[in-house]
């Protein structure tokens, strides 16, 4: 299993979680497959898409962003197709607009 971990503009999650959800890797719009999905808003130092996208934190003395994180359990077969859907989703245009890692999992067990 894998865990995906994507950092995304506050503008485009929406988009992200409707390619995610409409990728054949999770089972398309009637949801077949069972995964497990979370979003944080977080401040983040993406460069802004615009100023309505600036914000002075306090807390860290600095200018930063409101983006969102992403985190998503899924199969090694589903990596891939997963991927490709949240930057296909989140790209923006700018040279970084985010970042997506995977990282191995040793054991995921659903709580029932």
Do not use: F
């Not at 969102?68 to 077969?77: A, G, M, R, S, V």
Request: proline share 3%.
């Amino acid at each position: 299993m894998k865990e995906i971990k994507a950092y995304v503009h506050s503008t485009h999650i929406s988009a992200v979680i409707t390619a995610i959800k409409d990728s054949p890797a999770w089972g398309g719009a009637a949801g077949a497959k069972r995964h497990n999905l979370a979003t944080y808003i977080v401040k983040g130092s993406l460069v802004p898409m615009d100023r309505s996208e600036r914000h002075y934190s306090m807390d860290i003395g600095d200018e930063v962003v409101n983006e969102y994180k992403l985190e998503l359990i899924c199969e090694d077969t589903e990596v891939d197709a997963l991927v490709d859907a949240i930057i296909a989703a989140a790209r923006t245009g700018q040279s970084v607009a985010g970042w997506v890692t995977v990282t191995d999992l040793v054991r995921a067990v659903p709580i029932h």
